[in-house]
């Protein structure tokens, strides 16, 4: 499995961005994807999963991210608007081999494959 992501870049207080992760040796189906992210000196933290019918984010991004795949593409999106300088860091798109609910989609643990990340800088 093969997840690379790309889209990342840098934008001004209140752009927008759109990455894309196009999975290889993996079939959506029902299982999930996820897009988490991390900052310079910060841990990893969640942004956003989802499985078929089934979206979600967190609050931090809640209104102004929204994931979406398609399955023709095998490519997973994060449309990123409204952006902040505290969304700054690197995007990585995570695949999981089960489906993801609410209560498992923020775990890192709960996915197996991973991505090598895209930058995004936002600046004020």
């Known amino acids: 499995v093969q997840l690379v992501e790309s889209g990342g870049g840098s934008v001004q207080d209140g752009g927008s961005l759109r990455l894309s992760c196009a999975a290889s040796?993996?079939?959506?189906?029902?299982?999930?994807m996820g897009w988490f992210r991390q900052a310079p000196g910060k841990e990893r933290e969640r942004v956003a999963g989802m499985s078929v019918g089934r979206t979600y984010y967190a609050d931090s991004v809640k209104g102004r991210f929204a994931i979406s795949r398609d399955n023709a593409k095998n490519t997973v999106y994060l449309q990123m608007n409204s952006l902040k300088p505290e969304d700054t860091g690197m995007y990585y798109c995570?695949?999981?081999?089960?489906?993801?609910?609410?209560?498992?989609?923020?775990?890192?643990?709960?996915?197996?494959?991973w991505g090598q990340g895209t930058q995004v800088t936002v600046s004020s």
């Open positions: 995570a695949a999981s081999s089960v489906p993801l609910w609410d209560w498992n989609w923020r775990f890192g643990s709960n996915y197996n494959y």
């Open positions: 040796g993996y079939t959506f189906g029902s299982k999930g």
